[in-house]
């Protein structure tokens, strides 16, 4: 059994406050990329020490999942920021020409993440279902056209990322649970990001329930699902076991939106439930979800019981 994380990890404090005196016009580039440097290196400590096996960077240079990307493609403007989930704002891509590769949207992060350190590495990255889905149209006739444009593009990054030397790379399609009726188009979707990609692909899907995707998502070329578990109380379990799964499983076992720390007896009990439906090797042990919105100590915490839970249940059944 393998542990790793979803993404996203809190920023320091500091790196936030670096952030808006760069947004201020007060520092220059240089002194900005200095310190994700920095902050990147911080991030690693932290989860080489709580023990993780497969990392991330905590996506210190990523504002957030859509507009990061958008800004980096051809054909995507910006408009000012939107209203969603409540009080939170975000800055709304709008497709409104052509989408087309201009840049590396992750190379220069999994680049800078392998030359400090010598974990396995997995590289996160937006789906083309989810961009679209959380962008306005305003240039393909149907939202299907864009997303399979959006995916060609993806479909270049992977392939670069591959060449760079990254090997597991994750495919982020939250979006995919709340619109069922649509998986099709997010299937082939799949198809056309990782064709001719070498590489081990994952897909992470939260804002679970999953009982709409289910079974059709097991036909998705992916040779991992992850799942947050913890949030719905391990409920979903129950789908894998009807439905036969056979893919690596991505087991979400820490809830991210609670600050309160899981015991390592709890997580694993978790673990323990998941093995009923996958055997070891299939199992990657993971949080629910990014980390980034929990107190940085908190997340560290939660990091440490994980592995710590994993370690108890390997010795256990004698896995080491
Ligand atoms: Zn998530």
Known sequence: MKTTVVGSYPKPKWLLRMIKLYNEGKIDDKVMNEAYDDAVRAVVKDHEVAGIDIIWDGEMRRDEMTSYFARKI??????????????????????????????????????????????????????AYTIVDWSFNEFYKTKEEAVYALAEVINQELRNLVKAGASYIQLDEPAISTHPEELEIARNAVEIMTRGVNAYIGMHICYGDYSGIFPDILDFKVDQLDFEFANRNFEDLKLLKEYDFDKDLGFGCIDVHTKRVESVEEVRRAIEMALEVVDPKRLYIDPDCGLKLLPRDVAFKKLEVMVKAKNAVEREFGLT
């Open 74 to 127: 051809d054909g995507f403007v910006i408009y000012g920021e939107v209203r969603v989930w409540g009080n939170n704002y975000y800055p709304k891509p709008a497709i409104v020409d052509e989408l087309r590769y201009r840049e590396p949207l992750t190379v220069h992060e999994f680049e800078f993440l392998r030359s400090i350190t010598d974990r396995e590495i997995k590289v996160p990255i937006t789906g």
